[in-house]
């Protein structure tokens, strides 16, 4: 791409530049007052804004996120804006210095990005480019990840210069700032002509799916053609309107973008309704947050700790837990589990294991002889049911549904608990094992818990391990997407060492890390759509410039400027962008609803959901329709500068 260069007066054939005078010493850039090819100062600016912006995105994201708490999705933002900012300032100061888009030095400081890439992932080991804090997030997902992250952050920071500096040239590029758009609306206007009849055809045949809306238009044009038929075989005169081809072009740029943003945001919509559907059900069976200790001995005083906790800002309610692995057995049944003790009364404030249980009643944990007898006449692992001994009776405990499934026992039943950490015999350290019956049976929707996790009272937890401590608090906090800060002053309020906190994200950090990469990846992969209609958007104003010529040059020779010419090219774009853009987003939010109430059935036993969820966020929506503009903008830049270095006479060559 060629940068626009102004059009200098005097420069139309025949015209001789006046000779200096005698004794004068020329002036540097007298005869050739143009910018040069390659401006070095604007080299310097463009890097700057390069670097400067991929440096600042991952420093504000950790301002905005660790220090000031904010939500992940909106720190995320704010850093975005912050490095497209800086890079956008940078860009406008390379263009208003080098007096051009500064597109050669943009494509030098992407290339010298690139190295510096190429050096960090193939000459410096693993350990040292650990040691950067944007970098360490990505070095545990593979050097894949790193090469095209590291990629990915140069070229937004050079998108985001070449913005900046396209903008500030088209805003002061006559050597003035003009930000006014009236005339060239108005010629951008007379260019597209896209009459609202057109535009809601071209609705309807994207609302209706493209088959539908192809065989409904083929249908008509075969009627027309009928007609004419028929006309000509009567003799009659009959007038069909031909549909211009930059119209048609402009309809199929329209088209393009419409479906690009309509299937992006659909996509992106379901998976954040898996996403906010998981992220439910762990937050319902796990706290948002845990107080842990470096220590074993350190949780004694569990109740003036609890205490303390319940008066930081932000929380709501915390809960006492014991945790260790176990194994159960029922008969030849036999599988591990993740054992907690809990208390009864207070689990209920900061998890929904009370509301998830199917079978029996919770508080049969605390009081263990209401727990009902086995079913007569049914199996518990396949052995005879075997009744109460007199006497103190049997303690109770909790089970998934899958994992009642896995051990074959119901309310009532006995099960074995054994645990590895036993007492010392003549042979070395003895397993532990003790029965328990089953109190009640929850269903959480998540598979790993149901299989795995088992619940008892804390006092019973205590007494089988033989400890008097307990593992930690599990807390809930007002806003779950605030849970990091408010852990944080958690851990201030307690004084610090030797106590810590974890966060739902940073225990699940595995999960929903690989469920932003899904989401990321398949963003990019559907964003080549839009990328794809952009690409038609260069096409159809391509067309357009050759087509107006000679509009062109009427008025280049009425002393329109070079901004002036790049700015109704501009506006045709963004325009065809916006309406498309504005088509797809009704289209994606239309398909949403329509989801969302009727439903997409799915098998509950493979996907433990009934519906294909989805997830209306205004901010994705809003996201995808800037994205969407952004890049319609940047396909306007190489056809507007193609128009604004048309010379007069060369348009005006063939009339």
Not at 232 to 251: D, I, K, N, S, V
Not at 449 to 463: P, T, V
Not at 598 to 623: C, K
């Amino acid at each position: 791409m060629s940068d626009p260069v102004p059009h200098r007066p005097g420069s139309e054939p025949g015209h001789r530049p006046a000779a200096p005078a005698p004794g004068a010493a020329p002036r540097d850039g007298a005869a050739h007052p143009v910018p040069p090819v390659f401006s070095f100062a604007a080299f310097a600016l463009v890097l700057a804004g390069v670097f400067g912006a991929a440096a600042l995105a991952p420093v504000a994201h950790a301002f905005f996120g660790d220090r000031l708490g904010l939500p992940t999705p909106l720190a995320s933002g704010l850093a975005a804006l912050a490095g497209a900012s800086l890079g956008g300032a940078f860009g406008a100061a390379a263009a208003r210095v080098g007096r051009r888009l500064a597109f050669y030095e943009l494509s030098a400081a992407t290339l010298l990005w690139t190295a510096v890439v190429a050096v960090l992932v193939g000459v410096l080991p693993p350990g040292v480019r650990g040691a950067v804090g944007a970098i360490q997030a990505l070095e545990a997902q593979g050097t894949l990840v790193v090469v095209l992250g590291l990629l990915g952050a140069g070229l937004l920071s050079a998108v985001a210069v070449f913005a900046g500096a396209s903008l500030a040239y088209l805003l002061a590029g006559a050597g003035r700032v003009d930000a006014s758009l009236s005339y060239e609306l108005f010629v951008a206007r007379s260019h597209l002509k896209l009459s609202p009849k057109a535009l809601a055809a071209l609705f309807a045949v994207v609302v209706t799916g493209l088959l539908p809306g192809l065989l409904l238009a083929l249908a008509w044009s075969l009627v027309r053609d009928a007609r004419e038929r028929r006309a000509y075989r009567r003799g009659e005169l009959f007038h069909r309107p031909r549909m211009p081809a930059t119209l048609l072009m402009t309809l199929i740029s329209i088209g393009g973008v419409a479906i690009g943003v309509w299937a992006l945001t659909v996509v992106l919509s379901v998976m954040s309704g898996f996403e906010a559907d998981l992220k439910k059900k762990i937050l319902g069976h796990t706290a948002h947050g845990m107080v842990l200790s470096y220590g074993q001995d350190d949780f004694g005083d569990w109740r003036r700790i609890r205490e303390t906790v319940l008066g930081v800002r932000g929380v709501e309610a915390a809960t006492p837990f014991l945790y260790n692995e176990v194994m159960l057995s029922t008969g030849q049944n036999l599988t591990g589990a993740i054992l907690k003790g809990i208390d009864v009364k207070t689990i209920g404030s900061v998890t929904d294991l009370p509301a998830s249980v199917q079978d029996g009643r919770l508080e049969w944990l605390d009081a263990p002889a209401e727990i009902p007898l086995p079913r007569d006449g049914g199996e518990a692992g396949g052995a005879a049911p075997e009744r109460p001994r007199p006497g103190r009776p049997l303690p109770g405990i909790v089970i998934g549904r899958e994992l009642a499934h896995a051990l074959r026992v119901f309310v009532g039943d006995q099960v074995n608990l054994v645990s590895p950490f036993g007492d010392l015999g003549p042979g070395g350290p003895q397993p532990k094992s003790r029965p328990f019956r089953v109190a009640a049976v929850f269903y959480s929707g998540m598979y790993e818990y149901d299989s795995k996790f088992a619940y008892i009272s804390l006092a019973e937890a205590q007494r089988f391990f033989g400890v008097e401590t307990v593992t930690g608090l599990e807390v809930k906090v007002r806003d779950a997407d605030a849970a990091r800060s408010v852990m944080g002053r958690v851990v201030f309020a307690l004084g610090g060492w030797p106590y810590r906190a974890k966060d739902w994200g940073e225990l699940n950090r595995s999960l929903f890390s690989a469920l932003q990469m899904e989401k990321v990846v398949m963003a990019v992969i559907l964003g080549f759509i839009v990328l794809v209609a952009s690409f038609i958007i260069v096409a159809t104003l391509i067309m357009q410039v050759l087509e107006k010529r000679r509009e062109i040059a009427v008025l280049k020779s009425m002393g329109a400027g070079v901004p002036s010419v790049m700015k109704i090219f501009v506006v045709e774009g963004v325009v065809i962008g916006a309406v498309g853009t504005v088509f797809g987003l009704l289209l994606g939010l239309g398909t949403c609803l329509l989801i969302d109430k009727v439903g997409i059935p799915l098998d509950p036993g493979v996907y433990y959901i009934s519906n294909l969820p989805v997830l209306l966020d205004g901010a994705q929506f809003t996201l995808v329709g800037l994205a969407a503009l952004a890049l319609s903008y940047l396909a306007t830049i190489y056809p507007a500068t193609k128009a604004a270095r048309l010379h007069p006479v060369d348009g005006l060559r063939d009339e």
